[in-house]
């Protein structure tokens, strides 16, 4: 057995001296392989863990990056060890702990951080021993599209699962990964203001050529967005708020409108890109837009009191005038109420969603209602309020950690 040893020893640290022709190191049971190294990947054996060696039970090594794709490889200390991974875009990081701290990534205290991002595994994927992902632009995640943008940088996670609990455990690590930056598209994009609809939005008309795949398009105020891109940069702030489009659903007039809540001068910034990941010229409009002049009047809601703590939240409030035609509540995601509302859903169709509680009958019987929920995620939150009568509709969001 010691000669065993010293052999494997001596083949690490002679590799070089025979050209390479053993490329793999195995440790064997018995029979079996319990284990295989890629001798590229190992300096030297040790039977006791040296001074300033680290050992984790995850690596993350990031094997092939292009400007809408990225490969990374897990390694797992132990041969079946299982774990959840998952990735997700830094930008959204950031600008959760910019908007609840004040700060980014880079300079909030590494266990908020953790914590912020282990809670994104729990929508991750399960798998077992050392392997290799793929992740690539237009690829999907049950319904959901994958968007993967040149020159955004992804945080790669990984941590180990208690299958008998389905908890994570303590060992839990991250990489990042930029992608590579974009080139000049061949393919081509046009925007122009197109006036208000019916329902006092703003109307846009988009040109696009074959080649693009998808549009990100971001509108808002002109003081509101040109602030922030001076600020944090144009980039950032695209990926942080943009919506996307795909080319068949903009062409032809999207039936969707962007909201104009009064008069000011607004801006609508749009960016075509390829099968490539290359970008097409950033396009602008600019408009001074009056909406409408609102005649009439929708119930009024007025919150009484409200309370959170972990897993909790009750709020009771109250709803006049009480002959509401319909009115709802619903808790969701913050997320992914701002994803819906991107996606050009209006937000009394999203709070009035499949899982929303009806509480027509108790405002028209009571006047007003208490929500409690003592099984509340922990992640942030948007606590919908909505309410329409014969005039209008009127929504009322809150959003919250609890």
Request: a negative charge; hydrophobic letters at 35%.
């Amino acid at each position: 057995m010691i000669k065993r040893i010293l052999l494997a020893m001596m083949l690490v640290a002679g590799m070089a001296d025979i050209s390479m022709a053993q490329e793999n190191m195995y440790l064997i049971k018995g029979n079996q392989v319990v284990a295989k190294y890629n001798v590229d990947d190992v300096d030297y054996v040790s039977f006791s863990l040296p001074e300033g060696v680290t050992e984790s039970a995850f690596n993350i090594n990031i094997d092939e990056v292009t400007k809408n794709s990225f490969t990374y490889t897990i390694k797992t200390l132990s041969p079946n060890k299982q774990y959840i991974h998952s990735f997700l875009e830094k930008t959204l990081v950031d600008i959760t702990l910019m908007s609840y701290y004040g700060t980014n990534m880079d300079n909030t205290d590494p266990e908020i951080v953790n914590n912020l991002l282990k809670n994104q595994l729990y929508n991750g994927f399960f798998a077992a021993g050392t392997d290799s992902y793929k992740v690539y632009d237009g690829g999907r995640i049950g319904d959901e599209t994958i968007n993967i943008t040149a020159g955004q940088t992804y945080i790669i996670l990984v941590a180990d699962l208690n299958t008998m609990t389905n908890d994570l455990g303590d060992d839990f690590t991250y990489a990042t990964v930029t992608t590579q930056t974009a080139d000049r598209s061949t393919g081509t994009l046009g925007v122009a203001y197109n006036g208000l609809n019916e329902r006092g939005e703003a109307m846009f008309s988009f040109n696009i050529s074959s080649e693009i795949t998808k549009v990100y398009t971001m509108y808002s105020t002109k003081t509101t967005l040109e602030s922030f891109i001076n600020k944090y940069g144009f980039e950032f702030t695209l990926y942080a708020y943009a919506g996307i489009f795909s080319p068949e659903s903009l062409a032809d007039g999207y039936e969707g409108g962007w909201p104009v809540p009064e008069e000011d001068d607004y801006i609508m910034y749009a960016l075509g890109i390829d099968a490539n990941g290359d970008w097409t010229e950033i396009q602008k409009t600019e408009q001074h837009i009056v909406p409408p002049v609102k005649e009439t009047v929708g119930p009024q809601i007025k919150i009484f009191s409200k309370e959170k703590g972990p897993g909790h939240i009750s709020v009771n409030f109250e709803i006049a005038p009480s002959n509401v035609t319909e009115a709802y509540v619903r808790l969701m995601g913050e997320n992914d109420y701002d994803d819906s509302v991107n996606e050009g859903n209006l937000p009394y169709d999203i709070a009035k969603g499949s899982d929303a509680i009806n509480i027509t009958d108790d405002i028209r019987t009571k006047g007003e209602y208490t929500y409690t929920n003592d099984e509340v995620p922990e992640r942030w939150n948007s606590l919908l309020i909505m309410a329409k009568n014969d005039e209008a509709t009127t929504l009322t969001r809150i959003n919250f950690w609890p």
